[in-house]
């Protein structure tokens, strides 16, 4: 199982911590566009997907949106193994912890 203890916002959907660290071929029928939603403070959303769904040569697109603005992502990375996913993950939230200090830098 993939851990995603390392995630500070609120998760609001997770189908992607139930992927093992393995091949992907013998995980296809759990690969989809809606993997995981986190939301943070200031807007932020953590968006996880496997594009194209169910297809093993696909992979996963991690995306930092705020305000729902899903044309134009903070960051976008991507991931074509579980074990990259976790390393890209940490990126993320890198990067939205730096996003929500800036937010409370600017109202403070």
Known sequence: MISLGFIDGNVTHDDLSILQDG??????????????????????????????????????????IRNYDWDRPVIALTAHAASDLVEQLAVAQSAINGELRNVLRTSA
């Open 23 to 64: 091949a992907m071929e013998s995980q296809a029928h759990l690969l989809k566009e809606d993997m995981l939603q986190v939301e943070y403070a200031g807007g932020l959303i953590l968006d996880v997907g496997w594009y194209p769904s169910f297809d093993t040569h696909g992979g996963f697109r991690i995306n930092v």
